[in-house]
């Protein structure tokens, strides 16, 4: 009876977390979009010389923003606490902690700012934007604390309105500006605005759900301190390789190389995206797992369904944007940035790679073990600096893509998985993902061919997006990649949301090849 029960609780644990990760993941691939047709329209509205300006600019800003990490905190701890005042000081430390460190780190920047302009990259009109960059970082930490603390307390719809607030805001504003002469600064102009908005509205949801304001406490704020210190350190590094790759290339590029880059960079981090959409809702779902008797020996198996699930949905988008890489670009971003569909193409491939550090991490975190994390982090980014100083001023973005998304991340995938199985002894489950990598690469390769042979882009885009959802389920299936049991909790997580009936019908599609 107690297995039973055992399996059961686990069971409706993975539904509950399913379907609130497909709510913000698709929410997040909504705003996502709508971030993506900003991405176009400067590249379009701006010239490859000012898009690589304004590249820079945001690099210096995502580089900036790493004090967001403090959210974790509350993530983790605000499942677990008792009562509305430990929620209250856990929610008001946390804002004040961040903040401080925010205006810090906000004010040295500003005060650099114009040294950076003029000795680093030679280019005085610089200035003003990364003076922008630098003023937006303690906007960027209320929002994304809002964010953390809604998750905290399970409102996955209200975080993934916040978000879809923010992408389309920053649509509109920035568009708007552009188009009204502003140039970059505008861009910049437009970002604020979509920061500050959601962030005034979270605060209000946040104290609404933690019962009103409190006073924060020193007794918490040492706590939160002494659990993110480790975080902080590691999020600025997590954040500096990618965005510094873009600074180092406006040392060593031309600023349309770096716009070609930018353009492929953001795209492609689409996928990025997904996975930290998925990870975002599943941290809560860890810490519980790991805090609770009952369930704490099913941490493993969670975490194998989490990188399988999110495999069998992420698959087919790898493989049918992959193979028109160059149709795409050039439609969307036009063919001025000649370089982006290479970039693109190896972005999205390693990027997916990369999807079990993305889940490890979070699985380590859910343990409470954030100096451990830190470490692993930490030498996964000085491997990843290493290879950017290396490579980046021989081969220039070539170089970089290699040196991020994929050398890097096939040692960071071996440093986690020998992490997890020999200090958490949590084995991982490569059959299915093996298998479901082998369908993905053979109907690649066909795509591929398919999109080659069409000469029109818009041709190749609809018959490889027939033959991807026509081909991939039953392949999968052939290959031992799916199973009934897998459909089963698909079907049932289906059940409960609103776009249930197309995943249903795929579902009983792919049941028609299953064979066990």
Same mark, same amino acid.
Do not use: C
């Given at each position: 009876?107690?297995?039973?029960?055992?399996?059961?609780?686990?069971?409706?644990?993975?539904?509950?977390?399913?379907?609130?990760?497909?709510?913000?993941?698709?929410?997040?691939?909504?705003?996502?979009?709508?971030?993506?047709?900003?991405?176009?329209?400067?590249?379009?509205?701006?010239?490859?010389?000012?898009?690589?300006?304004?590249?820079?600019?945001?690099?210096?800003?995502?580089?900036?923003?790493?004090?967001?990490?403090?959210?974790?905190?509350?993530?983790?701890?605000?499942?677990?606490?008792?009562?509305?005042?430990?929620?209250?000081?856990?929610?008001?430390?946390?804002?004040?902690?961040?903040?401080?460190?925010?205006?810090?780190?906000?004010?040295?920047?500003?005060?650099? #700012?114009? $040294? +950076?302009?003029?000795? %680093?990259?030679?280019?005085? *009109? =610089? @200035? /003003?934007?990364?003076? !922008? &960059?630098?003023?937006?970082?303690?906007?960027?930490?209320?929002?994304?604390?809002?964010?953390?603390?809604?998750?905290?307390?399970?409102?996955?719809?209200?975080?993934?309105?916040?978000?879809?607030?923010?992408?389309?805001?920053?649509?509109?504003?920035?568009?708007?500006?552009?188009?009204?002469?502003?140039?970059?600064?505008?861009?910049?102009? #437009?970002? $604020? +605005?979509?920061?500050? %908005?959601?962030?005034?509205? *979270? =605060? @209000? /949801?946040?104290?609404? !759900? &933690?019962?009103?304001?409190?006073?924060?406490?020193?007794?918490?704020?040492?706590?939160?301190?002494?659990?993110?210190?480790?975080?902080?350190?590691?999020?600025?590094?997590?954040?500096?390789?990618?965005?510094?790759?873009?600074?180092?290339?406006?040392?060593?590029?031309?600023?349309?190389?770096?716009?070609?880059?930018?353009?492929?960079?953001?795209?492609?981090?689409?996928?990025?995206?997904?996975?930290?959409?998925?990870?975002?809702? /599943?941290?809560?779902?860890?810490?519980?797992?790991?805090?609770?008797?009952?369930?704490?020996?099913?941490?493993?198996?969670?975490?194998?369904?989490?990188?399988?699930?999110?495999?069998?949905?992420?698959?087919?988008?790898?493989?049918?944007?992959?193979?028109?890489?160059?149709?795409?670009?050039?439609?969307?971003?036009?063919?001025?940035?000649?370089?982006?569909?290479?970039?693109?193409?190896?972005?999205?491939?390693?990027?997916?790679?990369?999807?079990?550090?993305?889940?490890?991490?979070?699985?380590?975190?859910?343990?409470?073990?954030?100096?451990?994390?830190?470490?692993?982090?930490?030498?996964?980014?000085?491997?990843?600096?290493?290879?950017?100083?290396?490579?980046?001023?021989?081969?220039?973005?070539?170089?970089?893509?290699?040196?991020?998304?994929?050398?890097?991340?096939?040692?960071?995938?071996?440093?986690?998985?020998?992490?997890?199985?020999?200090?958490?002894?949590?084995?991982?489950?490569?059959?299915?993902?093996?298998?479901?990598?082998?369908?993905?690469?053979?109907?690649?390769?066909?795509?591929?061919?398919?999109?080659?042979?069409?000469?029109?882009?818009?041709?190749?885009?609809?018959?490889?997006?027939?033959?991807?959802?026509?081909?991939?389920?039953?392949?999968?299936?052939?290959?031992?990649?799916?199973?009934?049991?897998?459909?089963?909790?698909?079907?049932?997580?289906?059940?409960?949301?609103?776009?249930?009936?197309?995943?249903?019908?795929?579902?009983?599609?792919?049941?028609?090849?299953?064979?066990?």
């Amino acid at each position: 009876m107690e297995g039973r029960g055992h399996r059961k609780g686990v069971r409706e644990l993975g539904i509950k977390a399913a379907r609130g990760a497909a709510m913000y993941v698709g929410g997040n691939i909504t705003g996502s979009l709508a971030v993506l047709a900003l991405l176009i329209l400067l590249a379009r509205l701006l010239s490859p010389s000012d898009f690589g300006v304004y590249s820079i600019a945001l690099a210096f800003y995502t580089l900036l923003s790493g004090t967001y990490i403090f959210g974790v905190a509350l993530r983790k701890e605000l499942p677990n606490v008792r009562s509305r005042q430990m929620a209250r000081d856990l929610v008001a430390s946390t804002y004040a902690v961040a903040l401080l460190v925010a205006l810090i780190v906000s004010a040295a920047a500003m005060l650099s #700012g114009g $040294a +950076i302009a003029v000795y %680093v990259y030679r280019m005085q *009109g =610089l @200035y /003003l934007p990364l003076l !922008e &960059a630098a003023a937006l970082v303690p906007l960027y930490a209320l929002f994304n604390l809002a964010l953390a603390a809604l998750a905290g307390f399970g409102k996955t719809k209200a975080l993934t309105v916040l978000y879809l607030i923010y992408a389309f805001a920053q649509l509109s504003a920035s568009t708007a500006f552009v188009v009204m002469g502003y140039g970059v600064v505008g861009a910049l102009a #437009g970002l $604020a +605005i979509s920061l500050a %908005v959601p962030a005034l509205l *979270g =605060l @209000y /949801l946040v104290a609404r !759900e &933690a019962g009103g304001f409190a006073r924060p406490t020193k007794k918490t704020m040492r706590y939160v301190a002494r659990f993110s210190s480790p975080l902080l350190v590691t999020s600025m590094a997590n954040q500096g390789p990618p965005n510094f790759a873009i600074l180092l290339l406006g040392v060593f590029a031309t600023t349309a190389v770096v716009g070609s880059y930018n353009a492929a960079f953001r795209f492609g981090n689409s996928i990025n995206v997904i996975l930290l959409s998925a990870s975002y809702v /599943l941290l809560p779902l860890y810490s519980r797992t790991v805090s609770e008797k009952r369930l704490s020996g099913a941490a493993g198996k969670i975490y194998n369904d989490s990188i399988y699930y999110t495999l069998l949905f992420l698959l087919p988008l790898v493989v049918y944007v992959t193979p028109l890489s160059q149709p795409l670009m050039s439609l969307l971003f036009s063919s001025k940035y000649a370089l982006a569909p290479l970039y693109f193409a190896l972005i999205v491939i390693g990027s997916t790679a990369g999807m079990f550090n993305t889940y490890a991490s979070n699985l380590v975190l859910g343990y409470g073990d954030t100096r451990r994390f830190m470490w692993y982090q930490l030498t996964a980014i000085l491997a990843q600096l290493a290879l950017l100083f290396a490579l980046v001023p021989s081969f220039s973005a070539i170089g970089a893509i290699f040196a991020l998304f994929i050398i890097s991340q096939v040692l960071i995938n071996l440093l986690y998985i020998y992490a997890l199985d020999s200090q958490f002894k949590v084995k991982h489950r490569f059959n299915e993902v093996i298998r479901l990598t082998l369908v993905s690469a053979l109907l690649m390769a066909l795509l591929y061919g398919v999109a080659t042979l069409l000469s029109s882009g818009y041709l190749a885009l609809l018959v490889n997006l027939l033959l991807t959802v026509v081909l991939f389920p039953p392949l999968a299936a052939l290959f031992g990649g799916i199973r009934k049991r897998n459909l089963a909790f698909i079907e049932d997580v289906a059940a409960s949301l609103k776009i249930g009936k197309v995943v249903g019908y795929m579902a009983r599609y792919t049941s028609l090849f299953v064979r066990d």
